[in-house]
């Protein structure tokens, strides 16, 4: 390796090596490759003493050239390899502004809550007030004073929770009318919304449900009060198109017992699998308040009469929202809470 041609070659390799370092690791290999002790550069540059004069000086000078050029190289692909580098780590950490942000999940009211919620505000537009009681009751105030003492059957309608010789988790908010009226004399109209629970479950029954339960007192309340508050009522939360009807039924703590229907919401009354045909759904059980209820609370039930009413939260939301089974409202599964 001593002539120039040698050195052209080796010139050519060593820039065309040069030129494809990707990175510095590379470039590095390159430099100890062509520039490094035991390069072929070095190598004649070593053996040029040992040449006739003028060849040496000759091959001497070019390879001193070509040792210049090749460490030009190096340096200027070192410096264009940094600066890549450096574009690159700057671009990692730069901010994207033109990246649509990640989107918040917000929560949202249960639909159990806003049924709820828009029951009451209907009651309240027309002068209900709204009271609390308690979810574990004495049997007194969920059973006796309803008019159903220990031997009656009506009992036996409500599989009850018993947490103690005489308590229970209350069957019915109707316990709040007993409190209420107990601590407070007529006129009174109040509300009771709350979470009650019975032995039952299955896709339309829930061990643990909601009702709302309200009632009003004063002198000469009738049975007109009740279908004029209760239709309003029906109308304000299924629209006002829709019929109505009520149907003698039993309740131990009313006299006379009603239920009452709205037109079908599915089949708008012609029939389907919801109304079993009927095309009628029944939303609410209400009644006169039973004079040995009043007695019970002390009122005199000659001078005071009153009406009350109760019905599921899960039911109104259900019709309303037209979902087919109760369980769904406590799964807490965020795909079905997000329809509404
Ligand atoms: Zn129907």
Known sequence: M??????????????????????LKELEAARVKYLGRKSALLAVLREVGQLEPEKRAVVGKR?????????????HREGDLAARAREAAS?????DLTLPGERFRTGHVHPLASTAEEIV?????????????????????NFEALNMPAFHPARDMQDTFFVGDDLLLRTHTSNVQIRAMKTRKPPLSVLAPGRVYRRDSDITHSPMFHQIEGFMVDERITLGHLKSV??????????????????????????PGAE???ECVMCDGKGCRVCKS??????????????K?????????????GFAFGMGIERVAMLRHRISDIRLFFENDVRFLEQF
């Open 230 to 255: 209760l239709s309003s009522f029906v109308r304000a939360i299924f629209g006002k198109a829709r019929k109505v009807r009520f149907r003698p039924s039993y309740f131990p703590f009313v006299e």
């Open 121 to 141: 505000q209907i009651f309240r537009s027309m002068g209900f007030e709204v009271a609390d009681g308690p979810e574990i009751e004495t049997e007194y105030h």
């Open 63 to 75: 390879a001193n050239e070509v040792k210049k050029d090749v460490g030009d190289a190096l340096d």
């Open 2 to 23: 001593n002539d120039t041609e040698s050195l052209e070659s080796l010139r050519n390799e060593a820039l065309a090596a040069i030129g494809a370092a990707v990175d």
């Open 91 to 95: 671009l990692a950490d730069t901010f």
């Open 260 to 262: 009452m229907d709205v």
């Open 278 to 291: 009927s095309g009628w759904l029944e939303i609410l059980g209400a009644g006169m308040i039973h004079p």
């Open 293 to 305: 209820v009043l007695a019970h609370v002390g009122y005199d039930s000659e001078k005071y009469t």
